[in-house]
């Protein structure tokens, strides 16, 4: 069950910020205030507009110790465990463990720091960077500050990582392992990413535009997004509110590209197949699918393809939408936000939009909530991923009665 929701975005670093600017289709892809790589123009994404009451830096320096992603992964888990007002004891603490995803981890960082030694030699660098900068320590960081004493796990399965870490928490605790778990994802902008993207010819030159013909390319943005996982029993016996149940997920790989999906969409719709075997469900009883929709010609052709080997008909009645339009992709930390943004869909009955969607692929033909959120009946959403290297994870949430 989740009880617990926490977001730091650049649509808002509070749920109610968080979903209102969601439904209100605002897009938060613009010019970048903290962030600079050379040589890209415009450089443009979402970023996070941090909150002092975090204690989080504006930006990162050479200063190992101002680790962006740590902080933002920390806040956000702070925000979820006050959400799921939760009262541990010591003992308790012993059985609560994390999940937490990344793609790019402390890259950042490591960045920063890795031209500090070019330019200034070895002895500028902090003598406790090494222990600072292996991606190991966001999960430690986050575990230690919040006292976590279960199992604590770092999922790197690059945009897939968010998914994948809510998937192993659930295993977690359906095998008796845990009684709680936080898990999620985190990711902050970083050079190499946005050289990467570039050189592929992967990179809009403008703002996201998933599912829309004049489509060109990924935006980027930060953030975090954790969710609190409890066994029914315990959340129920504490009077916890309960946003969404877990109820299954599937995974699969294309093992086709090291970058581009399988064309057919075959890995995505055997992931999607098997979170809908793993709970009994039929396609027809979604009411909503949380897209990966990333604005790439061949991740959204893709995804579509993968949408009607599975859905078929049903498709053209399932509210499909992409929130990347709004807050950029997020890697490690989209799929982890996206949770956040299907257990408020089920809470406040209502779907988000897909931002910039004006003239929608002729491939596309159905509902993919374009302009603005609206309200709608929703009891069961399919929360959609895909990774680089073809790693496809698929998360079923419903509706708790």
């Known amino acids: ?30 010019p970048l205030k903290h962030f600079s790589a050379p040589g890209i123009e415009p450089i443009l994404g979402a970023e996070v507009e ?12 050479t200063d190992a110790r101002r680790s962006r992603a740590g902080q933002l992964a920390l806040a956000a888990s702070r925000r979820a465990l006050s959400d799921a007002a939760l009262r541990h004891s010591a003992e308790e603490l012993e059985r609560t463990g994390l999940a937490l995803g990344t793609t790019l981890g402390e890259e950042r960082q490591v960045g920063d720091l890795s031209e500090r030694w070019a330019g200034s030699g070895p002895s500028s660098v902090d003598p406790g960077f090494y222990l600072r900068s292996d991606n190991h320590h966001l999960a430690s960081l986050v575990a230690a500050q919040c006292g976590l004493g279960g199992s ?3 999922c790197a399965a690059a945009c897939s990582s968010g998914n994948a870490s809510m998937a ?73 509110r309960i946003y969404a149940e877990v109820a299954g997920y ?87 936000i996206e949770a956040v943004a299907c257990a408020l869909a089920l809470t406040r009955q209502a779907v988000p939009p897909t931002a910039n969607l004006t003239e929608p692929d002729p491939d596309c033909d159905w509902d993919c909530v374009p302009g603005k959120g609206r309200e709608a009946r929703v009891e069961r959403c399919l929360n959609l991923a895909a990774g680089f290297g073809g790693f496809n994870v698929c998360v079923v949430l419903t509706r708790f009665a």
Request: glycine share 14%; aromatic share 6%.
């Open 50 to 61: 941090l909150d002092a009451r975090d204690g989080l830096p504006a930006e990162v320096d």
């Open 1 to 30: 069950m989740i009880t617990g929701c926490g977001v730091v975005t650049a649509a808002g670093n509070d749920l109610s910020s968080f979903w209102g600017a969601l439904l209100s289709g605002t897009c938060f892809i613009g």
């Open 250 to 336: 599937g995974m699969s790989n294309d093992a086709h590209h090291v970058t581009a999906p399988d064309p057919s969409g075959d890995g995505f719709a055997r992931a999607m197949t098997q979170a809908l075997s793993s709970t009994g469900l039929s396609p027809a009883s979604i009411d909503y699918v949380s897209a990966h929709g990333t604005g790439t010609q061949y991740n959204d052709a893709a995804e579509i393809r993968a949408m009607k080997t599975v859905f078929g008909e049903c498709a053209k009645q399932v509210p499909m939408s992409s929130i990347k339009s709004m807050i950029g992709h997020t890697n490690g930390a989209a799929s982890a």
């Open 168 to 240: 192993s928490a659930y295993d977690l605790i359906s095998s008796g392992a845990a009684d709680t778990m936080i898990a999620g994802g985190v990711d902050t902008l970083t050079r190499s990413i946005y050289c990467g993207f570039q050189r592929m010819g992967a990179l809009s030159k403008g703002i996201c535009r998933p599912f829309d013909r004049r489509r060109d390319g990924v935006s980027f943005g930060e953030g975090a997004g954790m969710v609190v996982l409890e066994e029914l029993e315990q959340a129920t016996r504490r009077g916890a």
């Open 152 to 154: 604590v796990q770092l």
